[in-house]
Every structure is written in C-alpha cells, then in structure tokens.
C-alpha cells in the first residue's frame, strides 16, 4: 500500500528531499551533494538514502535546475532555428535596447542559437491568414538537407503570425521530423500563441535548446527510478507554480524555468495560510543563488514574459521570481580599483566554499559565516559533512583580510554585509519599486543561507517581523508536495474595448479551455477534477510593453468567496480576472468586462499614479488557467507548552554582532516545542539551516514549528 510522497529540489549545489508519511503526517528531510554531471544519479542516491521501499511511495514531485541551468550556461542542443524569409536576425536584433545603457564596454550575450543556424524559408502568412506566398516545400527540402549535413539535433520553427494560423508552421514540422526523426523539433504555437515576433521566437528557440538534455534527463530519471522500484507517477515543477507529468515536461522543456524556485513561492503560499501572515517576501538563498518572491494576500504574483537573462524572454507565465548571484557558495573578489565583491560566481557543489575541504581554496559566504560563529563546524547537516573553520579563515586572510589590510573577522564581517546589500536590492525591487511599502510585510528566511540573514535583512528594511518556516533549507522541495497540477494557455486578441465581440471572445476562452482539458486528459486527469481561472491582459490603447515597468499585482474575488488575481506583467499589462463559472462554457457579458475594465483603471492609478477612464482600453491577451488537485499534506498543529526553551538549549559560543563578540546561546531546533520562546542573542541550529538572532530580537515557535521572529524595529 503506498504511503509515501516525496519532493526533490535540485539546487546547485545540493539536492534537497521532503518524505512525507501519509499515514503518520511525518515528514523526514535529507540533504546530499548534487550531482552537475546527471542530477538523476544524486536523486536516486537521496531516495536509497531515505529508507523507504520506492514500490510504498504514492508519486514524487520534482523541481529542476537543468532547464535553467542549460539556458544560462549556454550548454543546450545544436540547435538551428527555421524562419520566415527576411528574419533571419530576429533573435540577435531583440529589442535594439541595452542592459547597461551608459557602459560604453558592454556587449550583449551572443544568442541561443549562432546566425549560421538560423535558416529562412521561402513563405509568408498575412495576419489575418491569407497567403501572402505559399509554402515553398522544394526550398525546405534543400532547407532539410542542410540541417542533416551539420548534424543538427534540435529545430525550432518560427514563422510569421504562426500564434494564429500555424497551417505553415504544422507543414514544416510535419517534413522536418520525417526528414530528422531524432531530432527534437518543435514549433512555435506549440509554446505561445501570444504575438510579438522576437518573444516568440526567442521561447521556441530556448524549448528547442534545452529540449534534448531535458528529455534525455527526464528518460533517465524515469527508468532509474523504475529500475529501482518505483510504480508511482513522477510530477515535474513548472515554472507557473503547478506540477506536470514526466511526458509534458520532456515535450515543453522550456516550462520548466525557474522550476525549483517555483516550489519555495508556492511554499510561502501554505505559509501565508498557516501562519494567518497575507503579505510576505520570501528570500531562499542556496549554494548559488538567492531568490526572491512575494506574497499578496495569500497569493503568489506571477509574470509573463519570463524572462531568463537579459535578452533571452520566454512568453510563458511564470511566477514571479527575482533571482540573483548571492548564495552560500558566493565567491570573494576584488577589484582592479581595491573594492570588495560578493558573487555572482559561485564555488557550486564542487569544489564548494573552502571550509568544506574539497579543494575550494576561495572565500565565500559559508566561509564568512564560519569566522563569525554562524555556523557550528560539528552540527552542519547534524554533523553528516565536517566543516573546517581553519580553512575558512586561511581563505579569508589570503583573498580578502591580507590584499585589504584589515582583519580576518572584520573582512568576514565586510563580506556578510556586502551580500546583504545585494539582498536588499532585490528585495525593493519587488516591493518598493513595485508599490508596496515592505514595511507591512513579513520577511520570510529559507534555503540553507535564508535563515542566517533574515533578521539583518529585515531591520534593513523596517520589516517588524521575519519567519524563519520549519525545515527552512528544504521549503522548496516541501512546497512541491503542497501544489496542484496546471496548464495555461494565451492567444492574442488585440482589440480595442469598442471592438471586441463578447461571443468571439468566449469563443477563444472556449477554444483555450478545451486544449488544457485535451493535456489533463492525456496526463489521465478527468474534467470532473479541472477547475478554470480565465484572465484578459489589458493597456490603455497606444501603449507598449517596452514603456512599462513591472508592477505588483491587487488580489481581489469579483464572484464570490476565494482569491482570484489581478495581476500585472512586467510589460505593464494588466490581467483581470473574470467572473466566469468553470463548470460551463466561458460566457462574456458587456457586465463582466465593464467590471473587468473598471478594475483596470483603479490598478492603473495605484501603480503608475494616474488612470484615465476616458481613454481606451484595449486587451491584448486572453488567458486560461487549469488546475486539477492532487492529494495535500495533512498539517497538523501541535500542542502548545510553556514558552520555557531550555530543554532545547544544548550550549553557548561566541558569535560576532556588529563588530563585537557576544555569548551566544545555542539551540537545537529539533527539541523545541509551540510555544517556546528565544530572546536573542541566540542561533537555531538544524540540519539544513541555522536561524541567527541578533540582541534585540526575539523568537516564539508556532504550532506547526514556524519561528515567528519580532525583530526589534
């Protein structure tokens, strides 16, 4: 009988695990080193490493670097694109805009796929559909030809206005894999049907890059999983914050950027529920990167276009995810002018931050942390990995204390600060320059680094409370358990509010509806188990996405009890959700947009300032949401006792607060209990994490294990 559910999150440097025992509501959590070279071998070893028999465990959901990290370091397919006759040069042109508008040395990143893989067509579709010139299918067999002599493994399509009529785009597809069948060869109204050539292009170009090495993930995963005893399904995290199957993930790879920092959004969700908490900002900072997300009321802020890098958008849904180089793997450097940076190069999984004696000669973070006392050399991962404080400060002198003239303590002290900027950047990035004041938030601390400087973090920013959750350097992977299946889908509409025809716009809803509902059933989801969220993306008439900045969103219900969002990209385009019943076929009234419309101009107002109700509107998108349950943790509150923590005190040490050293007490996560309280200085030491608490602050253990902090402010 199955009883088990297990999530994995493969970081970059470690590979975290959350087994939960359906029958006792248990969890178990694991951490081992990630393995770059087949992230799937780590993944096995975790589970053998867990216990429990594979033929006992009810489904495994599972987030991802490959995707992402494929795309960034440029380590995907021979990959060639296929495009309209006279776009050749799409995908290098972009936007003609510049990440670093005044730095006359910056040049932008060469893109996914070189010019002389990107071959022309002899075609063309009006945008309405007429056939400006026929398919020209002599030319694309000597097109063919050429894609098998340079050995080509992957084809992205892309054709004019193929979002709306893809007759053109099938027929290529159709004589490309009879010509190439082992090739990956996808299309780009497989992956949008949205409009703008160059987003479009550049998504399908990015699934067709990283098609093979995920599907060859994927397939490996699958059958040694199989091999091992696993009967269960396997869902795989997709960046819009749902799970999909194992078979959807390898057909569109590209849905699974920023899959695992989806899962630690998705986890702050629960959190928000458990806690009673409506606003938080999440920080999860990991061996390589730190990212950062938000909650409003309850509800996690999506975006669309993803966007990778600069200059790689991906016209996808996504939830919105800041991610930047600031990790516990974050390398020391300085500069040719003597300043101090941190990051955005990371030691990784291998050979790691000096104190972990597997060759890392370089100071990081970790190393930081281990001269200031933050990180006990006999407890990390409960003792499993040894941590050697001599080699943390040896690297700190040579690199940073030594070249700067100053002291080991006082450079470790100058690296956590200088981390913690970076941090701080990025996290008014997505409150202040975004309209929200962080004050009213809770900063919520995760991953293996998250809990270290949550509390500094939060007196930067005025934020009177922080959460440090239960088992902090795993939520990711814990908040894979805790979500539902999704698929989305978007076409342009593009018509002015005057303009549009209620019937033909119900039509496309329809039309979108049932394409979700055609992939659940092929995952062997039922329509009874579907539920729809349907949206419109909305500007006023005129306006460009390239004259906008990205905005929050207002959570609002307008049928009902429950949350529904209203959200803005980062284009600035508005998406309104509307009051439709998702058991019947969508319906649009003049009411329902009126109402929709009138909720654009007062979203408008608070985030740019000014509305006008008298200018037109018009909608750009329509956009469907499908989702189907599947089986959540069972959370049960614990009992509460006295606020007395001393049966959790196991020690003291000295740690360093603003340049002085102070008598620290020591905790062990594991023997607190609800109720519990800590007045700092203290640190709260677990397997994956450790909680530090500057004087002045203060900590009280829920009934579900979170540290809710009060931090002084």
Not at 7 to 31: H, I, M, N, S, W
Request: with cysteine.
């Amino acid at each position: 009988m199955s009883r088990y559910r297990i999530g994995v999150d493969v970081g970059g440097t470690f590979t975290d695990f959350v087994l939960y025992d359906t029958a006792t509501a248990e969890t178990t959590t694991l951490k081992v080193p990630t393995t770059p070279d087949d992230p799937s071998i780590g993944i096995i070893e975790g589970i053998e490493k867990l216990g429990v028999p594979l033929a006992e465990v009810d489904g495994i959901a599972h987030g991802t670097t490959t995707a992402t990290n494929a795309l960034i370091e440029r380590g995907g397919a021979k990959t060639a694109v296929l495009v309209t006759e006279g776009h050749r040069d799409t995908l290098e042109m972009r936007r003609c805009n510049r990440e670093e508008l005044y730095d006359a040395q910056w040049y932008p990143p060469a893109p996914l796929v070189p010019r002389r893989h990107r071959l022309e067509l002899k075609e063309r579709l009006f945008w309405d559909g007429e056939v400006a010139q026929p398919l020209d299918e002599e030319h694309l067999r000597d097109v063919i030809e050429t894609l098998q002599a340079r050995e080509i493994e992957s084809v992205a399509i892309c054709l004019m206005h193929s979002y709306q009529h893809p007759a053109h785009e099938q027929r290529v597809k159709e004589l490309v894999q009879a010509a190439l069948p082992d090739a990956f060869v996808t299309a780009s109204h497989e992956c949008s049907q949205e409009f703008r050539e160059f987003e479009r292009g550049s998504t399908v170009a990015a699934n067709a890059f990283v098609g093979p090495k995920v599907r060859t993930y994927m397939r490996n995963l699958e059958r040694g999983l199989g091999d091992a005893g696993l009967t269960a399904d396997v869902a795989i995290m997709q960046s819009n914050g749902g799970v999909c199957s194992i078979d959807e993930a390898a057909s569109l790879p590209v849905k699974l950027a920023r899959s695992g920092p989806a899962g630690g959004a998705m986890a702050l969700q629960t959190l928000s529920s458990l806690t009673g908490i409506g606003q938080l900002v999440g920080i999860d900072i990991g061996g390589t990167s730190a990212d950062v997300s938000v909650i409003v009321d309850g509800t996690p802020r999506w975006t669309s276009p993803l966007t990778v890098e600069w200059g790689l958008p991906l016209l996808l849904p996504s939830v919105d995810v800041i991610s930047i180089g600031a990790g516990g793997g974050s390398l020391a450097w300085i500069d040719e002018g003597g300043v101090l940076h941190m990051g955005p190069q990371s030691a990784g999984a291998r050979p790691g931050p000096a104190c972990y004696g597997k060759g890392g000669v370089r100071p990081t973070s970790t190393d930081a942390h281990v001269v200031l006392g933050r990180v006990a050399a006999d407890r990390f991962l409960d003792g499993e990995m040894t941590i050697d404080a001599e080699l943390a400060e040896e690297a700190i002198a040579t690199y940073v204390a030594e070249p700067m003239g100053m002291s080991v303590e006082e450079a470790a002290a100058g690296m956590v600060r200088i981390l913690d900027t970076t941090m701080l950047q990025a996290i008014r990035f997505v409150t202040v320059e975004k309209g929200y004041d962080p004050r009213t938030f809770a900063l919520v601390g995760f991953g293996g680094g998250g809990p270290l400087h949550v509390v500094d973090l939060a007196r930067e920013l005025g934020m009177a409370r922080a959460i440090v959750p239960a088992a902090p350097g795993v939520l990711s992977a814990w908040g894979m358990l805790t979500v539902d299946m999704v698929q989305d889908r978007s076409r342009t509409v593009l018509r002015r509010r005057k303009a549009v025809e209620n019937d033909a716009l119900s039509d496309t809803f329809a039309e979108l509806k049932d394409s979700i509902a055609e992939s659940f059933h092929r995952q062997g989801v039922e329509d009874a188990a579907i539920t729809y969220e349907y949206f419109v993306d909305m500007q006023y008439y005129g306006q460009a996405y390239s004259m906008a900045v990205g905005l929050s969103d207002l959570t609002e219900r307008l049928d009902g009890p429950g949350h529904d969002d209203i959200r803005v990209s980062e284009e600035g385009v508005l998406s309104v959700p509307l009051a439709l019943d998702p058991d019947a076929r969508p319906t649009v009234t003049d009411e329902v947009l009126a109402e929709a419309t009138g909720h654009f101009h007062d979203e408008h107002a608070r985030e740019y300032g000014h509305a006008d109700p008298d200018q037109e509107v018009q909608f750009v998108h329509a956009r469907v949401f499908g989702r189907a349950s599947v089986a959540q943790l069972a959370l049960e509150p614990g009992e509460l006792v006295g606020p007395d923590p001393s049966a959790a005190r196991v020690g003291a040490r000295s740690m360093l607060f603003d340049g002085v050293r102070q008598n620290t007490a020591v905790y062990d996560r594991s023997r607190l209990r609800p109720g519990n309280e800590i007045v700092g200085p203290g640190v709260v030491e677990e397997a994956s994490s450790a909680t530090v608490l500057p004087p002045g602050s203060s900590a009280t253990v829920d009934p579900f294990g979170n540290l809710l902090i009060t931090t002084g402010v």
